[in-house]
């Protein structure tokens, strides 16, 4: 009887072992044509059984426990033709497939909204990258719908930012960096979190990701209002030169030097050079004189067959003039003309140096390992009067803000990939590590930028930030996904301030933790529903916290978004999220310091939306539309209103791509009246400009137009409510100080490559 029933079991679990051997797998790589360069996060649909997965940062995918037999992979990327592979699998086999796709013009009706990639804001920056000519490197923030940026001095000091009912001055609540590198630097000479883009060059700019609101746990300090990140090009398709001409003595020219060609392709290796160079006097009646050199190199190999390395080196230097912030009641008077300066001697003076190497490996467990290291050598130099002679009568009151910097850090993600029962499981443990260090950051009274009057501030910092951060991603159904995430922070803060006698140090010391909840359900691939809930931070300048004993170093703020990503027709693509966003502790600008300080709590809440539309294979439209109301907590009703916060904007524009062999856009930006103080009895006035951009190419070349303001419309581009004093006056009078926009401006490229 014993022996019988082993005899049964062992037939009944014959066909199990043999279904079990029928098995196999399907894996490889998609690449793209010409510069074999792995493809990250194309989408691929496996049809029996059905099954989708998005390529990783090798540009890897892998099925698994799959039927023996013929099956079918469909393969789709935006920009790209989507392409239907037969691949046979076999028995006990994993059958390894390289896929090439082939660059295609952008067709709306091909876009599909996926589960596997539940972030409808990278899908929107694919889109707008593909479509949207870029002039300059912070153009490229403007690819992030809603997000608007400001220039007051000239165009060498970073640019103003303005998001989500935030006025960011230069970067305090949006975090911003450049292959993973941080650009925004914390206790800055000229105001927290400053970030200065110009250290781009904008033909290398390959992807910008982007997420609104403090919801990725990867993302920590300055985070609040969302980030971005910058990813510039791991090769050449070809060498180019680019000469541009233009208006009030406008010249670039750029350089760009595939170093390995063909030779490097098959190696799975490039290397390339790149160089720009600026000029212009710019349309101010003080004479810019504005320089600014870039330089740039990158290497990247594959160590082997998963694994690759990158490294890029790069240095930067801008020197310039500017006119700063002028009264309304100059201008009114005549005084000055629109575009002139009360003081002319403003300018500054800037460098940056750096490093960045990369190491991504992907283990045969299909495990992902990131590494990566950076250092900067960063040095400032501003010259600033924004009262004029309020509080100097005799020399005006013009400020010097100065630093000399070393950054450097670390950091490092282990993602294990794999399943919780038949559910795809994504576990990510990251760190974050950065050091700040600063020689000689002051703030002083000077007088014509040659002569220091006094010292209002000289000292040294030392701000150290460790995050250690883990993310959990579960696909419970085919159509539900859950995220889930948390993040430490640690921050140690020294100062020694350097005009005490003798220099006295200080240390102080704070930690956070930030949660995030996401959830997405996407019942098709033409709609997705998504929530998303998390509690981010900014720090504060460790010269504001190191005297208050490490008090309200890290205000927390906490968000949320409830949206949905949606195709009703092939052609239209919409995105649509009311959001909210708590903030512990405001920044403020103080007009007389050039400085921001921390003030009150503050709440904001507000709707964005975002369309774009394909009229026909040539033409796009778009349009992009954010509404907030941020309001200051605490404060009496009518004077609760936070200076400058954007209440409503509105991008949009029609784009032009491959039609007979033109190329360009014609596109608008406005920006409403908002409140410059907090009764609103002083308004910033809104404003509506237009650009126009036309290609043409033919052979190896190419010809553009760029205009900037086409219908030459007079308006103010950045605007602040300041107490001043011109030499004259008896009193000081606080209004508008504004910076001009641009007039018309007109430019003319030539491109050639080979």
């Known amino acids: 009887m014993k022996e019988l029933s082993l005899l049964l079991l062992l037939v009944l679990l014959l066909p199990v072992a043999a279904m079990a051997h029928l098995e196999g797998s399907i894996t490889g790589t998609v690449v793209q044509e010409g510069t074999l360069a792995p493809l990250q996060g194309v989408s691929i649909s496996l049809k029996d059984p059905a099954r989708t997965a998005q390529t990783d940062a090798l540009g890897r995918y892998r099925f698994d426990n799959l039927a023996a037999g013929a099956n079918t992979l469909e393969v789709a990327h935006l920009g790209f033709a989507r392409q239907v592979v037969a691949v046979m699998v076999q028995e006990d086999q994993t059958t390894a497939l390289r896929i090439t796709l082939l660059a295609a013009p952008v067709a709306l009706s091909e876009v599909n909204i996926t589960a596997q990639q539940p972030e409808e804001q990278q899908l929107l920056s694919s889109l707008d990258m593909q479509l949207r000519p870029i002039r300059n490197s912070q153009e490229m923030l403007r690819l992030v719908p809603g997000l608007f940026i400001g220039q007051h001095a000239g165009g060498g000091k970073a640019e103003q930012i303005f998001l989500r009912g935030f006025d960011l001055d230069h970067g305090t ?64 398709d070809s060498s180019m030169v680019k000469l541009e001409l233009g208006q009030y003595d406008t010249y670039r020219a750029v350089g760009l030097f595939n170093l390995l060609g063909q030779r490097g392709k098959e190696k799975q290796q490039s290397a390339y050079l790149a160089s720009e160079y600026s000029f212009t006097n710019g349309y101010f009646d003080n004479p810019q004189h504005f320089n600014r050199l870039n330089l740039l190199g990158k290497y990247h190999t594959h160590l082997s067959p998963t694994t690759r390395f990158t490294l890029t080196a790069s240095t930067f230097y801008s020197r310039w003039n500017h006119s700063g912030q002028i009264p309304d009641r100059a201008v009114a008077s005549g005084l000055i003309g629109f575009f002139g300066s009360i003081d002319p001697n403003e300018g500054g003076e800037t460098s940056r140096s750096n490093l960045n190497a990369e190491l991504v490996t992907v283990t045969p467990g299909n495990n992902v390992i990131k590494h990566q290291l950076f250092y900067s050598n960063y040095n400032f130099e501003l010259y600033s009067n924004f009262t004029f002679f309020l509080e100097d009568p005799e020399n005006g009151d013009q400020i010097r803000q100065k630093e000399g910097r070393h950054l450097f850090g670390y950091n490092g993600s ?312 011109l030499q004259y006056e008896a009193r000081p009078v606080e209004e508008i100080h504004f910076t001009p926009g641009a007039p018309f401006y007109a430019r003319l490229s030539w491109a050639y490559k080979w």
């Open 414 to 725: 282990f993602t294990n990939n794999s399943t919780l029962g038949s559910k795809a499981l994504s576990s990510t443990i990251g760190l974050n590590y950065r050091h700040d260090v600063t020689s000689g950051s002051e703030l002083s009274h000077s007088l014509n930028r040659t002569q220091t009057l006094e010292q209002y501030q000289l000292g040294n910092i030392n701000e150290l930030n460790a995050g250690l951060y883990v993310e959990e991603t579960l696909q419970i159904s085919p159509r539900f996904t859950a995220s889930a995430g948390a993040r430490l922070d640690v921050f140690r803060n020294q100062y020694e301030d350097l005009l005490q006698s003798p220099a006295t140090t200080a240390v102080a010391t704070a930690a956070i933790v930030s949660p995030k909840l996401n959830l997405t359900y996407t019942p098709s691939t033409q709609l997705q529903l998504y929530l998303k809930s998390g509690k981010g931070f900014h720090s504060n300048d460790t010269r504001v916290v190191v005297p208050q004993q490490g008090r309200e170093i890290l205000p927390a703020a906490y968000g949320s978004d409830l949206g949905f990503i949606w195709k009703p027709v092939p052609r239209l693509l919409l995105n649509v999220a009311a959001w909210y966003l708590w903030l512990e502790q405001e920044f403020v600008y103080v007009g007389d310091a050039g400085v921001v300080e921390p003030s009150g709590q503050s709440r904001r809440r507000g709707l964005d939306l975002s369309a774009r539309y394909q009229l026909n294979r040539y033409l796009y439209a778009d349009l992009d539309v954010s509404a907030a109301r941020p309001q200051a907590l605490g404060e009496a009703e009518g004077e609760n209103y936070l200076p400058l916060a954007p209440t409503f904007t509105s991008v949009g524009g029609l784009s032009l791509q491959q039609w007979k062999r033109f190329s360009g856009s014609l596109r608008y930006r406005y920006m409403a009246d908002r409140p410059a103080n907090e009764d609103n009895s002083i308004v910033a006035e809104g404003y509506f400009v237009s650009d126009l951009q036309v290609n043409y190419s033919y052979s190896r070349h190419q010809l553009g137009l760029s205009v900037e303001n086409l219908f030459n419309t007079r308006w103010k581009e950045t605007q602040f409510a300041t107490e001043s004093r």
């Open 173 to 236: 609540d949006i975090r911003l960096s450049v292959d993973g590198m941080p650009v925004n630097m914390v206790s800055h000479a000229h105001g927290q979190g400053y970030a200065d883009l110009h250290f781009v060059i904008p033909e290398l700019v390959q992807a910008v990701d982007f997420g609104k609101g403090p919801y990725h746990a990867e993302q920590g300090n300055l985070a609040t209002a969302g980030y971005v990140n910058l990813r510039t090009r791991t090769s050449l």
